[in-house]
């Protein structure tokens, strides 16, 4: 079982619980949306059906309840095992400015 999965810009960290005060986020369709590309409009995004999303404060946090993949058109898809993640979208540092990876 991995801690750690990277998929592009997206880091999942495993986690062993969430944070008091987390609140669910409503699913809208049949994915789950990760990340959106910046230049293609491709995702990284998983079926809804195995999984929720939680919100605390600017986090946001992955549940798995059955194992499935993260896809994404430009990546491999990673197997993802049930349990509870935190999304980390990654940053990159350059003297002007703190940004997004581009993926």
Do not use: C
Not at 56 to 62: G, I, N, S, Y
Not at 67 to 83: F, K, N, Q, W, Y
């Amino acid at each position: 079982m991995l801690n750690q999965i990277r998929q592009g810009d997206v880091f999942l960290l495993r986690v062993k619980s969430l944070p008091i005060g987390a609140g669910i986020e409503s699913a809208n369709g049949k994915h789950i949306i990760l990340a959106h590309g910046e230049v293609t409009g491709h995702a990284h995004r998983i079926d809804a059906r195995h999984a929720k999303t939680y919100t605390w404060h600017t986090d946001r946090f992955l549940e798995i309840n059955q194992p499935t993949m993260l896809v994404h058109e430009e990546h491999r898809a990673i197997d993802l095992s049930p349990g509870l993640y935190k999304i980390v979208i990654q940053r990159e540092y350059a003297p002007s400015a703190i940004s997004q990876v581009l993926d």
